[in-house]
């Protein structure tokens, strides 16, 4: 049976495996914000903070799915074994409580054992699976605030994905003919496909469209003879603008970036 707080429902988590029989799962208790703490013992250590906001969009829109794993301190506040990111991801919102699952554990193997077992079960959204739930809903609804909405995802990137489930098979089985990176394959096919006016009625040919990711690939990783090297020094608020932008893209920051610098360039320069 499931909880309630702040109008969300959190259900019972079933995917946290247990591997070693001297932990003892205790009970879900409701937890005020403040009296959580995160030590740096996770087992998960890279990317922690990646795809945050997105965390955050989704667990405003749907809840949080699954409650955070801790264990009482000895001062009577509760250190997070399981569920960092999930909290990180909370305190951009408006809660004060989060619902956990508290356990009872005899040492620092058994907290790892913890954020093992869930990282096994654990399993983020493919960007195949991503394209297939944007198309599918803007399909249903036909508006992209209605998916972005129910997503948690940008309206920028839920257009991509949709444009892309509509590219050509060609184009769709040959992404790593395009790019080694499956975001950025799909970010230049689709700017392929608009840059060639490519739709069902269109004239253009599917291998004109992959002929054109290619080589706007090409341009993207072709190493410079002489390259110039420029710093560029952000302020902390700038920084996780681009950062959270970058995410809303799913692009990486320097990307993103090098992108917008070329954009301006070439709008000045022309």
Known sequence: MGFKINKIFCKQPTSLIILNSSICMENYKNIKISDLDIKPRGVRTRHMDEGIDTLTAHIKVHGLLNPLVVTENDDGKYEIISGERRFKAIRGLNWSEIPCHIVSVTDEYDKDSIRLGE???????????????????????????????????????????????????????????????????????????????????????????LKIAKEMAQKKIAPDANPRIYKIVLSNEHDAKLRHAANQNATSPEELITDSIESSLSKILD
């Open 119 to 209: 990282q096994l079960t654990s399993e983020p959204l493919s960007v195949s699976a991503a394209i297939e739930l944007c198309n599918n809903l803007y399909t249903k609804y036909c508006d992209m605030k209605i998916v972005a909405k129910k997503t948690g995802i940008s309206k920028q990137l839920i257009k991509r994905y949709v444009k892309y489930a509509r590219l050509p098979p060609l184009v769709q089985d040959n992404l790593g003919a395009i790019h080694p990176n499956p975001k950025t394959a799909i970010h230049l096919a689709v700017e392929a496909a608009d840059a060639l006016g490519w739709g069902s009625d269109s004239h253009v040919s599917e291998e004109d469209v």
